[in-house]
């Protein structure tokens, strides 16, 4: 029977940092994964140039964290986002920042990340099994003693690190077979629900497919904690620019119109709140509003406007947005393509505003789980020690990655979760595998 000081269950990205940071320490560690390859979803991260981090201030990190950011606040006291870019710079990686402070490799190729955690790895020689699915986690009086393998072994260590990730895109590996183990130690599991994944409409734009693969570029989706049913389009629209209404979240960035629904990153920020909602209230749909010229006051637009009073309307919003998208609006606000601006009296010209302000959205729900980026819910975070990783429940499990309910935006933030946990959690569970012996 073998045995090792630390057994890291799932080779991805949470599972290597474990593995690194535990034999830093000194131990004897296995890592043990399913795949015939180790960090398969770290090679299809940030299409495939994987956004390792981003490059922020801690509270805005946090932020960007809405599925329990909070919990990581004591790991990041120990870890944080400048460290994971220390950690690759030191090993020889160039990285370099994009928008919204996300960062890649130079190469732009996910396997120099990748390549440099297994090389690490190896140089500290951690032993690596493939192709060797884990069936469950050994538990006895209270604590952690190894793993079985679905070949029937059993493999001992006083402490055992579960990075078997989430639900999302299971055939990279990650089929949620941990939250069983997790369960079978005393754990919630939290609901597990879709994030950063498009949104399906029944909208009449999305059935007719009238804009389809129309892309809005920095538009700002707000999600409102309101039903409008039966309202007309330029009503919902005058209600959200009139009315004080509760944003339940507003994510500026581009979007997209697709043949189910809607996608982009500011509707896949949206996705995970969008999910929640509809489950918390039971509601069948959903609303959500366009703002198109959200850097904008109402006053600058008209300003805009009255500057091209002899234009047709629709050149007018072409300064602000696509054809097709524009077409839509005056559609929706009654008013001909033609028509010149200075033609429009009061009504018509707020109802235009309106709509280029608040253009409503419904979505009904998201694409399933194993389609979204990112999973929603898992381990809950209240029976894990924030400074350790450590189950609250039993002794000498530790937890990372995206198993844990913990859920970021797409800009390298469930990355940096997964790296941030896996070395507190790495370690933590060498550290206590001495006071076991
Ligand atoms: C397409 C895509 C793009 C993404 N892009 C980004 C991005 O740009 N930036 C960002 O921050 N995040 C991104 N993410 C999310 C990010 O990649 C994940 O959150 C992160 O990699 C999760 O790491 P993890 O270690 O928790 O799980 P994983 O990386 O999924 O690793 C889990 C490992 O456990 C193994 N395993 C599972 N069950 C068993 C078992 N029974 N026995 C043995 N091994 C098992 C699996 O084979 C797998 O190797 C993206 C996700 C996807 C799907």
């Known amino acids: 029977m073998e045995k090792f000081d630390v057994i890291v269950v799932g080779g991805g990205s949470s599972g290597l940092m474990a593995a690194i940071n535990a034999a830093e320490q000194g131990v004897r560690v296995l890592v043990i994964d399913k795949n015939p390859k180790l960090g398969r979803k770290l090679l299809l991260s940030g299409g495939g140039r994987c956004n390792v981090t981003n490059r922020t201030t801690r509270s805005e990190l946090i932020k960007h964290i809405p599925g329990n950011g909070k919990f990581l606040y004591s790991a990041l006291n120990q870890f944080d986002q400048e460290d994971i870019i220390a950690f690759f710079e030191g090993r020889g990686v160039a990285l370099k920042e994009e928008d919204h402070g996300r960062m890649f490799p130079v190469t732009d190729s996910a396997r120099t990340i990748l390549g440099t955690l297994i090389d690490v790895m190896n140089k500290l020689g951690v032993t690596v099994r493939l192709k060797d699915p884990i069936d469950s986690v050994l538990y006895e009086a209270g604590r952690v003693v190894g793993v079985l393998t679905r070949a029937g072994e059993r493999i001992l260590a006083p402490s055992v690190v579960l990075a078997a990730g989430g639900r999302a895109y299971p055939r990279t590996g990650a089929e949620g077979d941990a939250y069983a183990w997790a369960r079978s130690a005393g754990h919630t599991i939290e609901r597990l629900y879709p994030t950063e994944a498009p949104l399906l409409s029944h909208d009449e734009v999305i059935v007719t497919k009238a804009l389809r693969g129309v892309s809005l570029r920095d538009v700002a989706v707000t999600l409102w904690d309101v039903q409008l049913d039966g309202l007309s389009a330029a009503e919902i629209a005058h209600t959200v620019c ?196």
């Open 242 to 437: 009139h009315e004080k209404l509760k944003a339940l979240t507003i994510h500026q960035m581009d979007m997209i119109f697709t043949h189910f629904g809607y996608s982009g990153p500011a509707i896949l920020r949206a996705s995970g709140h969008v999910n929640q909602y509809l489950h918390r209230t039971g509601f069948k749909e959903a609303y959500l509003t366009i703002n198109l010229a959200p850097n904008e006051s109402r006053e600058a637009l008209m300003a805009v406007a009255e500057d091209m009073r002899e234009k047709q309307l629709l050149t007018i919003l072409k300064h602000w947005m696509p054809e097709a998208m524009a077409e839509s609006i005056l559609t929706l606000a009654g008013l001909d393509a033609t028509t010149p601006y200075k033609q429009l009296v009061h009504v018509e010209f707020e109802r235009l505003f309106d709509l280029v302000q608040a253009y409503p959205l419904t979505a009904y729900e998201s694409q399933p789980i194993e389609k979204g980026f990112v999973t929603g819910g898992g381990v809950s975070t209240k029976e894990v020690n924030p400074s350790t990783m450590e189950s609250r429940l039993t002794q000498g499990l530790y937890f990372c990655g995206e198993l844990l309910d913990i859920n970021g935006y797409t800009g390298g933030y469930n990355i940096t979760a997964a790296f941030v946990t896996g070395t507190i959690a790495g370690r933590n569970a060498a550290w206590s595998s001495f006071a076991a012996e």
